[in-house]
């Protein structure tokens, strides 16, 4: 069973930078891609950033310039650094692996205040 755990989020003023990180394990096969998801309230979720295994790099028009991704594909981890935190990157974070079928996190709460 493939299981994906999240961490970093939390509470950061505007203009700071947080890190998440996200671990997939289990048996997992091929892995097409890993990526950042988000949904803030009353809001559809939305792709924030992904990367193939072959390190295609995608980001919402939103973030570019601000989050990067990376991975470490020996230890199936997927990273999004955050800079320039804007109120309305509030939202929960939902790390995804694409492999020939999807997994989710369980979400970590990201929250852009004064």
């Known amino acids: 069973q493939v299981q994906l755990v999240e961490s970093g989020g939390g509470l950061v003023q505007p203009g700071g930078s947080l890190r998440l990180s996200c671990a997939a394990s289990g048996v997992i096969s091929s892995i097409n891609a890993m990526g950042w998801y988000r949904q803030a309230p009353g809001k559809q979720r939305e792709l924030v950033a992904q990367q193939t295994t072959g390190g295609k790099k995608d980001y919402a028009d939103s973030v570019k310039g601000r989050f990067t ?14 800079n320039s935190l804007k109120p309305e990157d509030t939202a929960v974070y939902y790390c995804n692996l694409a492999t020939m079928r999807t997994y989710w996190g369980q979400g970590t709460q990201v929250t852009v205040s004064a």
Request: no cysteine; aromatic share 8%.
């Open 69 to 82: 991704i990376s991975r470490d594909n020996g230890k199936n981890t997927v990273y999004l650094q955050m």
